[in-house]
Nanobody
């Protein structure tokens, strides 16, 4: 059974930084498509960043240059480094994994990020 758990969220002042982690258990040893989404109150869930099985990364325009997605060598822990945080970045952040052998997608329960002075 695949389980994802996010950590590292919290309250930060505008201009501050946070690093989110997503620990994945139960994934196969194969390739994984891994992503971060976020959902602000009253808004739809939106894709923030993704990293392919080969390590190629992509970002939505509103976080380019500020956020960086990465994963560890075994591909089972996903990270999101967030710099220059703004109040508009306030949202619940979700980890997403599609395992190319097991299937999916699988979602974590989310980590709250609040940017406020």
């Amino acid at each position: 059974q695949v389980q994802l758990v996010e950590s590292g969220g919290g309250l930060v002042q505008p201009g501050g930084s946070l690093r989110l982690s997503c620990a994945a258990a139960g994934l196969s040893g194969g390739a994984h498509d891994m992503r971060w989404y976020r959902q602000a109150p009253g808004k739809e869930r939106e894709l923030v960043a993704s990293i392919s099985p080969t390590g190629a990364t992509s970002y939505d325009d509103f976080v380019k240059g500020r956020f960086a997605v990465s994963k560890d060598n075994d591909g089972k822990t996903l990270y999101l480094r967030m710099n220059s945080l703004q109040p508009e970045d306030t949202a619940m952040y979700y980890c997403y994994v599609y395992d190319l052998i097991i299937g999916g997608p699988f979602w974590g329960p989310g980590a709250q990020v609040t940017v406020s002075s």
